[in-house]
């Protein structure tokens, strides 16, 4: 009972982690998205006036510290997603360990199982074979 109640909440634990696997994997992807909506337009074709070459327009300083927020906000989205992948990685590591513990347990035990049942087959046969032997008769000649 215990063993399948610990099964079933492996289960659980696995599906709740995939769950949240792919929860990061869509952020991600919205992520992706969004940032690929946000990037700098083309630089549409401006009239090249030798005195406006050198200066830098409101419009383009506008659309640089709009791309700068976004990569800040694009770099914090991905150190979330890194922290819950390391712990989604950990929550992995501690299941198989266990998995495993459970696993050579259940080993063990089949093998003390194994062990008693050929003692138990052993002594009943040692003690069952002077009933099934026929009795010998020394006065024969």
Not at 47 to 57: A, G
Not at 105 to 120: G, Y
């Amino acid at each position: 009972m215990a063993e399948q109640s610990d099964k079933s909440q492996e289960i659980s634990e696995e599906q709740q982690l995939n769950e949240q696997l792919e929860n990061i994997c869509l952020e991600y992807q919205l992520l992706v998205n969004k940032s690929q909506e946000m990037a700098p337009k083309g630089t549409q074709s401006k009239k090249s006036d030798p005195n406006t070459e050198n200066q830098i327009d409101d419009d383009d300083l506008e659309e640089i510290a709009n791309v700068a927020d976004n990569l800040d906000s694009l770099e914090s989205a991905l150190d979330v997603i890194e922290e819950r992948a390391d712990r989604i990685r950990e929550q992995l590591l501690e299941l198989l360990t266990s998995n495993r513990e459970i696993r050579q347990s259940i080993q063990e035990e089949n093998e003390k199982l194994r062990e008693c049942q050929s003692k138990d087959n052993s002594n009943a046969e040692t003690s069952s074979e002077p009933e099934d032997q026929p009795p010998t008769n020394e006065h024969q000649e």
